[in-house]
């Protein structure tokens, strides 16, 4: 294993239709914003609108560098239909290196 060092995140959101969920996966990966992504079925329940709701959503976690979190975040609410969008971010502690190294690659820009 391999330290990070605080260079990588794994950015998360949640959709409520998995076509979305997919479709916002691919436009992330492909703007090179992230250099993967999980789309996967959850169940979520939480406070909203005066109560509690318990509800199907679909997870997307984003594999990306730190230095695009903030690019990615307005990405992800540009494009979302929620009217407040989950984004939060988990720093990558250790991983393989050389998956490490392609999450690199994959986002690096120009």
Same mark, same amino acid.
Request: no cysteine.
């Given at each position: 294993m391999?330290?990070?060092?605080?260079?990588?995140?794994?950015?998360t959101?949640?959709?409520?239709d998995e076509a979305k +969920?997919? !479709? @916002? =996966?691919?436009?992330?990966?492909r703007a090179r914003l992230a250099a993967c992504a999980q789309v996967y079925r959850i169940q979520s329940v939480y406070w909203w609108d005066g109560e509690v709701q318990d509800a199907a959503e679909w997870r997307i976690d984003f594999k990306t560098r730190t230095e695009? +979190?903030? !690019? @990615? =975040?307005?990405?992800?609410?540009?494009?979302?239909?929620?009217?407040?969008?989950?984004?939060v971010a988990v720093p990558v502690?250790?991983?393989?290196?050389?998956?490490l190294e392609w999450v690199r690659a994959e986002t690096a820009q120009g």
């Open positions: 391999a330290t990070n060092n605080g260079e990588l995140l794994v950015v959101t949640t959709h409520d +969920a997919r !479709t @916002l =996966a691919a436009d992330v990966v695009l +979190a903030d !690019t @990615l =975040a307005e990405f992800i609410g540009e494009r979302h239909e929620y009217d407040t969008p989950e984004v502690v250790a991983g393989s290196a050389a998956y």
